[in-house]
């Protein structure tokens, strides 16, 4: 069972940035995929950005050029950088892995973003 605990959450003025963290319990040299998703207000939740094991990354097209998704697997940590915010970006911001192929079925608690205009 991997524990995910996100962090780096908080309020930010549009054209902000943060940085988020996912810290796994265990070594993810070995999960497949991890991504970022985000719930904001009334919506679904969706997929912001993914990365594999490889290296390969996948963004929604509303974040494009925007956030990054990386990986350290020594750390055991995967990031996601956004930039210039917008206050569209508010939502629960979620961490999820998955060993080998989608769905996820591992699911951090959430951080809270908040993008003021």
């Known amino acids: 069972q991997v524990q995910l605990v996100e962090s780096g959450g908080g309020s930010v003025q549009a054209g902000g940035s943060l940085r988020l963290s996912c810290a796994a319990s265990?070594?993810?040299?070995?999960?497949?995929?991890m991504g970022w998703y985000r719930q904001g207000p009334g919506k679904q939740r969706e997929l912001v950005a993914s990365?594999?094991?490889?290296?390969?990354?996948d963004y929604a097209d509303s974040v494009k050029g925007r956030f990054t998704i990386s990986r350290d697997n020594a750390k055991n940590t995967v990031y996601l950088q956004m930039d210039s915010l917008k206050a569209e970006d508010t939502a629960v911001y979620f961490c999820?892995?998955?060993?080998?192929?989608?769905?996820?079925?591992?699911w951090g608690q959430g951080t809270q973003v908040t993008v003021s205009s």
């Open positions: 999820a892995a998955v060993r080998s192929v989608p769905p996820y079925n591992y």
């Open positions: 265990e070594s993810i040299f070995s999960i497949i995929f």
């Open positions: 990365i594999t094991s490889g290296g390969g990354t």
